[in-house]
């Protein structure tokens, strides 16, 4: 897949998802990811059936509250978080399973400076203060621009 994005750093970050190797997931320990409109048209049409896939605490939580809560990130709402994970996360993102995860989570760690340019989350670089594992760029030999041809063709349709 040849995709014209330019990545600030591309040729000099370095990531490897280890979900299931090592990460527990831990990018959606207290994550709240905003979402667009268009995500929680898709997301209400499918709720019934995601209820069934969460945790106890997060489905009673969404339940009687919904899935968003008043925080907001750039206008947009944010996803809730139960006993300090991401309402959507059971042992991974119930969500991803359906095609449904939001764009926020499906770009990371892509993301866009203040200049609009994208670039690839990294420890070091642009005054990063997420300290996981994974955005240290000496924890993997692999190459971002391998590990990130999703991401990188994703970014590409919001640019
Ligand atoms: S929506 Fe999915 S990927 Fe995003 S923080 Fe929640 S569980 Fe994690």
New binding site residues.
């Given amino acids: 897949m040849d995709v014209e994005l330019t990545v600030l750093n591309l040729s000099s970050a370095r990531f490897e998802c280890t979900f299931g190797r090592g990460c527990e997931?831990i990018?959606?320990r207290n994550?709240?990811?905003m979402m667009y409109p268009e995500e929680t048209a898709r997301l209400d049409g499918h709720l019934p059936e995601v209820l069934e896939t969460l945790r106890p605490a997060a489905k009673a939580l969404v339940s009687s509250q919904g899935y968003l809560s008043r925080r907001r990130k750039a206008g947009l709402p944010l996803?809730r978080v139960a006993e300090g994970?991401?309402?959507?996360?059971?042992q991974?993102?119930?969500?991803?399973q359906r095609g449904l995860?939001?764009a926020?989570?499906?770009l990371?760690p892509l993301s866009k400076d203040e200049h609009d340019n994208w670039y690839v989350r990294q420890k070091g670089y642009k005054g990063e203060i997420w300290d996981l594992p994974c955005l240290d760029p000496d924890s993997s030999t692999l190459p971002a621009g391998q590990s990130l041809v999703r991401e990188i063709a994703l970014a590409a349709t919001f640019s």
């Fill in positions: 997931g990018c959606c994550g709240r990811p996803v994970w991401c309402v959507f996360f059971h991974g993102c119930v969500l991803h995860k939001p926020a989570c499906a990371f």
